[in-house]
């Protein structure tokens, strides 16, 4: 099993960036995914989730309006695109995949909104 972040960076405040998924070693259609992140001295939090067939989507309430979780099955990849970033977006972001009492997390991929 195997969930590989990439797309992070450093951007300038108020700039964009893609965040991507890959996931491989399980059946992906069947689970929910879900982007979460920490930054440094604070506590691992949810960002975005989805669920399976992108039936619906939730987001903290710190990122409604600017960041937008979607999912590509045919690719198995789950996505998190991120606008109007603030320097309080920074931080290492993580992908999950749920399913029951199942889940995988990715290693992380660092973003850094700093000018």
């Known amino acids: 099993v195997q969930l590989v972040e990439s797309g992070g960076g450093l951007v300038q405040p108020g700039g964009s960036l893609r965040l991507s998924c890959a996931a491989s070693?399980?059946?992906?259609?069947?689970?929910?995914m879900s982007w979460y992140r920490q930054a440094p001295g604070k506590e691992r939090e949810l960002v975005a989730a989805?669920?399976?067939?992108?039936?619906?989507?939730n987001y903290a309430d710190s990122v409604k309006g600017r960041f937008a979780i979607s999912r590509d099955d045919y690719k198995n990849t789950v996505y998190l695109q991120m606008n109007s970033l603030k320097p309080e977006d920074t931080a290492v972001y993580y992908c999950?995949?749920?399913?029951?009492?199942?889940?995988?997390w990715g290693q992380g991929t660092q973003v850094t909104v700093s000018s």
């Open positions: 999950k995949a749920l399913l029951r009492w199942t889940e995988y």
């Open positions: 070693g399980f059946t992906f259609t069947s689970y929910d």
């Open positions: 989805i669920t399976r067939a992108g039936r619906s989507a």
